[in-house]
């Protein structure tokens, strides 16, 4: 059977590695790169299950603990608890921003805005009661201490933009007239103008104010809910949540 001449650089079998060598194609730095997100993943997840049981209140000493380390050995991955929970709260913001994109996507009649609506709302909820510490850590009371950077603008603003999203296509469309902004304080509009120009450049203030109003009421049902609000109160919770969002889409004019 005959053989492949050996690779004259290392005088063994052309092909043949040894174990700590890395395969064709595939560099030390990647595969330093690939264990560190490897890592990275694995703390986080650690983390995770820390905040459903102790809230935001987390320990680095706890989290190596649990993950049979030294704290000081986590230091090279995260420099101090808020790192920690920065990347925490980045990654909730995306998932339930995700959360929120995949259910308008699926709506195949993209000129039913209702429909969009309460799809985009029904998804946050479900991902909420699916993901309870992830949402109390961005939704809940702030952690003591702790101050958000700017990194976490672009993640928090995604649930958002997906609601407004539908409100600027259904402008775009010819479906939903601007109201006009004589009912809207001029300071308010000061705001409203610099957060268009952010997330929809297209969409009228007084759109935007409505959309904003929007928001806050799929949030405040669904931290109603999940913080206990409705307990001894409200058995129905899927029947509640589905008509308080009709009666926002009719105020919308959706």
Not at 52 to 76: C, E, F, H, P
Not at 113 to 129: D, N, T, Y
Not at 198 to 220: K, R
């Amino acid at each position: 059977m005959p053989t492949e001449p050996p690779d004259p650089a290392t005088g063994r079998p052309a092909g043949h590695r040894t174990p700590s060598e890395p395969r064709p194609g595939r560099s030390a730095g990647s595969i330093r790169a690939r264990v560190r997100a490897e890592m990275v993943d694995e703390i986080k997840a650690t983390a995770r299950r820390h905040l459903a049981t102790d809230g935001a209140n987390l320990s680095l000493r706890a989290v190596a603990r649990d993950m049979g380390m030294v704290s000081s050995a986590l230091y090279r991955y995260f420099a101090s608890r808020d790192d920690l929970l920065t990347a925490l709260i980045i990654d909730a913001y995306n998932d339930c921003g995700a959360a929120a994109e995949a259910a308008d996507a699926g709506v195949a009649d993209r000129a039913d805005l209702a429909g969009r609506w309460l799809a985009v709302c029904h998804g946050v909820r479900h991902w909420a009661l699916a993901h309870p510490a992830e949402y109390a850590l961005v939704f809940g009371s702030p952690v003591p201490g702790y101050s958000a950077p700017q990194d976490t603008v672009a993640a928090a603003a995604r649930t958002p933009a997906a609601l407004i999203g539908v409100l600027a296509d259904g402008h775009a469309r010819g479906a939903l007239a601007d109201p006009g902004c004589d009912d809207v304080d001029p300071a308010l509009r000061t705001d409203l103008a610099r957060i268009r120009a952010l997330i929809a450049p297209a969409l009228p203030e007084a759109l935007l104010a409505d959309g904003a109003l929007g928001w806050t009421q799929l949030f405040g049902a669904v931290s109603f809910e999940l913080f206990g609000q409705l307990n001894n109160g409200v058995d129905a919770r899927d029947a509640y949540f589905d008509h308080q969002m009709r009666r926002i889409t009719g105020l919308l004019g959706l």
